[in-house]
């Protein structure tokens, strides 16, 4: 049975005149699933755009068998945060551009997709119903997960006759890729992560899977995560399994660009204006293994790992380490990134959301 639909009006974070909080451990968050209180669920046909979707209590849902994400993988998903303040309100950071990523996936995968104000009304809604769980002021953050998907059922190479747009939310600690530390990467050049024409530069629900081995496997020697290559020449870097990458060498910050096979992060936009503003020289281009393994520091940028330092990165035989800690540029980046995120740093970009 479908999760009921809840009153707005019930769903309250505050105990006379207080905010309140789940009963958690604010310092165990890890990255795992902690349901939320509640959801919210908009669907409609191939036919029409979306329509008022409605706040659910968290469950399971029904799905036919026969639908085109079960078989197929028609389906896209998001990622953004939700943060607490010191005064106790709550930050979105650039939901517009979530919106607009999703519209750039609905397309290549011929899925209807909500209007960028629905979008973020259901994001606002969801994490409004859901305050309760976002962590205390730099405990963590309240992670929401959008996931569009052909729910409707199919047989031929055909999408889906309906589709089901929804958000869950579940509170994350600070750190993902390591713990309190830098991470240790693996160059991986034998299995790539996009193909040219594929789906690297969506967020394809089809693109996580097939990195699964070689993360595995990294991860049982002892790394952080697999740094990937280019699938065409096997050349030049493009993205870590699930954020992007930047090579510092002096003053010049330089990341792989976005091709088709390099996911456009939100993160990554970010940092590379604020690099900019801080007076860094940023490049956008093919970056090789050599210079890579060259560099002065190495950062990962993602709704997730946020800005986390590149300690060491091994490639065939070779290990290569990097500098880390305060004074480093990624360091800066990610005070001046969380300061804004956090409320901390006046927002002069216009980029956070603040919940009513």
């Known amino acids: 049975m479908a999760p009921a639909p809840v009153s707005f009006t019930s769903v309250t974070s505050r105990e006379n005149g207080e905010e309140t909080y789940a009963d958690i451990n604010w310092d165990q968050l890890g990255f795992a699933p902690t349901p939320a209180d509640y959801m919210y669920v908009m669907k409609c046909s191939n036919e029409e755009n979306f329509s008022q979707g409605q706040l659910v209590c968290y469950g399971n849902i029904e799905i036919s068998p ?74 963590g953050s309240l992670y929401l997960r959008p996931l569009l998907m052909g729910s409707g059922p199919v047989l031929g190479l055909v999408p889906a006759p309906e589709c089901t747009f929804m958000i869950s939310a579940t509170p994350i600690g600070n750190h993902y890729l390591t713990n309190h530390g830098a991470a240790n990467l693996y160059v991986e050049d034998k299995l790539p992560r996009a193909a040219p024409g594929g789906t690297g530069s969506i967020k394809s629900i089809t693109n996580y899977s097939p990195v699964f081995e070689a993360v595995s496997q990294a991860k049982a020697k002892g790394f952080s995560d697999v740094l990937f290559l280019d699938a065409a020449t096997g050349k030049y870097i493009e993205e870590v399994s699930s954020s992007n990458v930047f090579v510092v060498k002096g003053n010049v910050i330089s990341t792989p660009p976005i091709n088709g096979t390099v996911l456009p992060g939100i993160t990554r936009k970010s940092i590379m204006e604020l690099a900019v503003d801080m007076g860094y020289q940023v490049e956008e281009g093919n970056i090789p293994v050599e210079d890579l393994m060259s560099a002065d520091e190495v950062f990962c940028t993602g709704t997730v790992v946020i800005v986390t330092p590149v300690g060491s990165i091994t490639y065939q035989d070779t290990r290569a380490e990097y500098k880390t800690g305060e004074g480093t540029v990624c360091y800066k980046l990610r005070a001046t990134l969380g300061g804004i995120q956090m409320g901390l740093i006046q927002d002069r970009k216009g980029w956070t959301v603040a919940l009513d």
């Not at 389906?75 to 939901?95: C, D, M, Q, S």
């Not at 009304?121 to 769980?133: E, F, P, S, V, Y």
């Open 66 to 139: 026969f639908s085109a994400v079960l078989n197929y993988g028609q389906g896209l998903i998001e990622g953004l945060k939700a943060y607490r303040t010191e005064n106790g309100g709550v930050l979105l950071f650039r939901p517009d551009e979530n919106a607009k990523r999703l519209q750039m996936g609905a397309q290549r995968m011929c899925l209807p997709s909500p209007s960028v104000e629905q979008f973020i009304d259901a994001i606002k809604q969801t994490a409004l119903a859901n305050k309760r769980w976002v962590p205390p002021h730099g405990k």
